[in-house]
């Protein structure tokens, strides 16, 4: 059975926390979406919030990351309990039927028989609703089994070094889903003695925003192109976090030695970074207290940036 075709996520207590600069922008993101503003000056809030939010959320990246991964724990876990008939309210029903007692008025006006069938009745619709309900519930734990069953196999082939299972966990667990959604493009190749060469698309044209949002003082909104120098800070910030954020997903999900981390703005352009990176070099970084240039600069990087001509061409480190 192939991962794609298992309705599947990641077990909720390994995904990355939402840091506040997301939540923030995903909210205001809905209410832009969803809301009716009548009044142009909530309009144009909306909008400058959001502008803000989303500049947050691209310069932190760096700062969330999932829960490491243990696959000897996994291969170690109980499957799922199977369920139980359940017999709730047959049993409800039945109490009624066995403990119905003819009233003197239902003696009198000839109505014992047709309460007892109503009775009956009842307890045959109620052991139909358990029998649905059952039903249900054991299509609900086959699910389970199914999903438990398929996370320690590959659990199993993970901790054996099966590298096509390693590309297997990055579709069930969705490391860098954040990036995609910005904009961004992630291609690893897993290589032989626990190591990795990751290919980082930034593209920023679709991450970056091309326009500043600011309020005038007549409470119109004001849309300007972004200063060059500020959408270059903007490009080498998100690079930076981006970065990190690939090499912290990474060797929270594989136990892996080093990995090899090639950064572009798009496919078809030359290296912008390069970095050789081990795990231990990333436990040495505090990233919620540092900027991302800074925190990035502890791993000594192969990168030319310039605050006025933006990313100059690199060669390109290598794996040995």
């Known amino acids: 059975m ?53 500049i947050k959320q691209i310069c ?29 309210q047959q049993t409800i029903a039945r109490f009624k039927l066995e403990s119905y007692k003819p009233s003197l008025a239902d003696s009198i006006f000839g109505l014992v028989n047709s309460k007892q069938a109503l009775l009956k009745q009842e307890l045959d619709e109620a052991i139909q609703k358990d029998k649905e309900k059952y039903q249900r519930i054991k299509l609900d734990y086959a699910q389970k089994y199914d999903q438990w069953l398929a996370l320690k196999i590959l659990a199993k082939n993970i901790l054996s070094g099966h590298i096509s299972s390693f ?55 004001i849309i ?15 690079l930076a976090a981006a970065v990190l954020r690939i090499a912290r997903e990474i060797f929270a999900l594989f136990s892996l ?28 970084i505090r990233f919620d207290s540092i900027s991302a240039p800074e925190a990035l600069g502890y791993l000594e990087p192969r990168i030319n940036f310039s605050s006025t001509e933006g990313f100059l061409p690199v060669e390109s480190l290598f794996l040995t």
């Open 167 to 221: 590309n297997a966990a990055l579709y069930v667990f969705k490391p860098f889903e954040e990036l995609k959604e910005l904009g961004s493009r992630i291609l690893v190749n897993f290589i032989k003695n626990n190591r990795a060469h990751i290919n980082f698309l930034a593209n920023n044209n679709l991450v970056i925003p091309s326009h500043t949002k600011s309020i005038s003082c007549e409470e119109k909104l």
């Open 2 to 54: 192939g991962w794609s075709s298992i309705t599947y996520s990641a077990p909720v207590h390994l995904l990355a926390p939402e840091r506040e600069a997301l939540l923030r922008y995903r909210f205001l993101d809905r209410q832009s979406k969803s809301q009716k503003l009548t009044a142009g000056l909530n309009r144009n809030i909306l909008e400058v919030e959001k502008y803000h939010a989303k």
């Open 224 to 238: 300007n192109p972004i200063p060059s120098a500020y959408y270059f800070e903007l490009c080498h910030i998100y």
């Open 60 to 88: 932190s990246v760096h700062q969330d990351c999932s829960q490491v991964t243990d696959w000897t724990k996994l291969v170690n876990s109980c499957a799922p309990q199977a369920p139980k008939p359940t017999t709730a």
């Open 257 to 284: 030695e080093k990995i090899l981390i090639t950064g572009r703005e798009h496919a078809t352009a030359p290296p912008i970074i390069s970095l050789i990176v081990s795990k231990l070099s990333l436990e040495k």
